[in-house]
């Protein structure tokens, strides 16, 4: 396929930026590491979050309770910079500004004795798994993406532009949600997002002027950023679409898209994220504001909670604001007669009187339906020690190695 290298020279009219100033109320903050956070995860099908710092850690909090689990994560002798979970929830991948890539097992929290040898020394900017949960790609400051077997450390695809542009830094990488692709971006001298076929290696097209890109969940779009504004292009052919201009002049961090792709966070200034409709790109809610500036952030996988983090060494989680099309759908919902949960089953009334529906007896609360977490394994929780509390009503239903999570009622 030929490459094609697309430039924004479109320009459709500019959103107005928001000018209310209610701001969003954090809804739990996460103090433990001791310099600014690089990296946020949130681990599938879990109430786990995953950060890395520059104090050479990583860390596992409680989403429920809103404490830190078990001890730091160690292994790392650098800053970390970047983190990734797989989408099974079982796997944990970190990167260092030493090169160093690590792999931990989310339900030992321990790290898993493989080396990943590549990348020689050069700092690790960004990482991410794949949807298979068995591979990963790293990027680089020695311009390439390299794809990982999980299971032994095996690289399996090289992909780099020849002769790599000058005077630049690869800066991010991300899969298409089908695994089918990888778009990587470039800063500095020229910034630049090159998107390739992940089995073949094959580059598939080019965009100037992003450094940082994510498809949206259908596949369909490549939602950028160059830290001036945010760019929605058409993922296979890399026409632009739309456009925001947030005339924001700190670091480019990589905008937070909800799941069911009606919304995105990006930073505004350094210190505020600002959620926007991703058709309409009209501002939903206030602002998000910080202290100081805000380095990464992730969107929990029920699209209900933000986590971001900041260089004043702390986590915070925020609630997400609703679109008015999912207010108007919640007050339909809440209209909907309840159900009764229990362990790892929803059951209506009728179920229950039904004696084909075979499982535990012990019933939870009675709340709305709500998708359900993984079970975590026997004694995750062992030797957790309380720091802070959430101001969150997360349900926490507990039985014999096993825990689950709902999320509080609308």
């Not at 900017?125 to 390299?146: L, Q």
């Not at 359900?372 to 926490?396: M, W």
Request: charged share 20%; aromatic share 6%.
């Amino acid at each position: 396929m030929v490459s094609h290298t697309l430039g924004l020279d479109v320009s459709p009219e500019v959103p107005k930026l928001p000018t209310e100033k209610k701001q969003h109320q954090t809804q739990m903050v996460l103090a433990g590491h001791e310099e600014w956070v690089t990296g946020v995860a949130v681990i599938p099908g879990t109430c786990l979050l995953v950060t890395c710092s520059q104090d050479k850690s990583l860390r596992l909090w409680d989403l429920n309770k809103g404490q830190q689990v078990g001890e730091p994560l160690l292994g790392h002798d650098s800053p970390v910079w970047a983190v990734a979970a797989s989408p099974d929830g079982r796997w944990i991948v970190s990167g260092a500004q030493d090169g160093r890539i690590l792999v931990w097992d989310v339900g030992t929290r321990k790290r898993v004795p493989v080396s990943f040898q590549g990348h020689w020394r050069s700092p690790i900017s960004d990482i991410v798994f794949a949807p298979d949960s068995e591979t990963f790609a790293s990027a680089s400051y020695d311009h390439t993406v390299r794809v990982w077997l999980r299971e032994t450390g095996e690289t399996v695809q090289v992909l780099e532009l020849d002769p790599p542009p000058p005077s630049t830094l690869l800066y991010s990488v991300s899969y298409s949600p089908d695994g089918s692709k990888l778009v990587a971006g470039y800063i500095m001298h020229m910034q630049q997002l090159v998107v390739w076929n992940a089995a073949s290696g094959e580059e598939i097209l080019k965009i100037r002027s992003c450094c940082r890109a994510a498809f949206t969940a259908d596949g369909l779009r490549l939602v950028s950023t160059d830290g001036t504004g945010v760019r929605i292009s058409d993922a296979s052919t890399g026409v632009l679409i739309n456009q925001l201009d947030t005339h924001n002049s700190g670091t480019p961090i990589l905008p937070a898209i909800a799941p069911n792709d009606t919304k995105f966070a990006t930073t505004l200034q350094e210190e505020s994220i600002q959620f926007f409709d991703l058709n309409t790109l009209k501002p939903i809610g206030g602002p998000l504001e910080h202290p100081m500036g805000v380095s990464c952030m992730a969107i929990s996988q029920d699209g209900q909670l933000i986590a971001t983090g900041c260089r004043d060494n702390l986590v915070r989680i925020w609630s997400v604001p609703e679109t008015k099309s999912e207010k108007k759908s919640r007050k339909h919902a809440n209209k909907v007669p309840f159900l009764l949960t229990y362990t790892a089953h929803t059951l209506t009334i009728s179920d229950l009187q039904d004696t084909r529906h075979a499982g535990p007896s012990l019933l939870t609360r009675t709340i709305p339906r709500r998708p359900f977490r993984a079970a975590l394994p026997h004694g995750f929780f062992d030797g957790v020690s309380p720091r802070f509390q959430s101001s969150s009503n997360a349900l926490l239903s507990v039985s014999p190695g096993r825990i689950y999570v709902s999320a509080p009622p609308s």
